[in-house]
């Protein structure tokens, strides 16, 4: 079982940042593809990045060039940072952990973006 936990949410201004964190219980990295997902009120959940166990990366077309994932192997945490936001990226955001049919969730972390 995987657990993961992450951090870094809260309200940030129109054009503002925030580092979202995801903290594995364990080295999975090396197997598992590690993604940043968010829901909106009302709205279905939707992928943000994804980063492979190589390192390649995969965004959504409307955080490109906005956001950027990453991750620490020797920490076993993934991280999201989000720059330029706009209220549109209000939601929660769940890191995901993700190896052939087999999906892990973390709780969620509420992201507002608001004036």
């Known amino acids: 079982q995987v657990q993961l936990v992450e951090s870094g949410g809260g309200l940030v201004q129109p054009g503002g940042s925030l580092r979202l964190s995801c903290a594995a219980s364990g080295s999975i990295f090396s197997r598992y593809a590690m993604g940043w997902y968010r829901q909106a009120p009302g709205k279905q959940r939707e992928l943000v990045a994804q980063i492979f166990s190589l390192g390649n990366t995969n965004y959504a077309d409307s955080v490109k060039g906005r956001f950027t994932i990453s991750k620490d192997n020797a920490k076993n945490t993934v991280y999201l940072q989000m720059n330029s936001l706009k209220p549109e990226d209000t939601a929660v955001y769940y890191c995901?952990?993700?190896?052939?049919?087999?999906?892990?969730w973390g709780q969620g972390t509420q992201v507002t973006v608001s004036s």
């Open positions: 995901n952990a993700k190896f052939l049919t087999i999906n892990y």
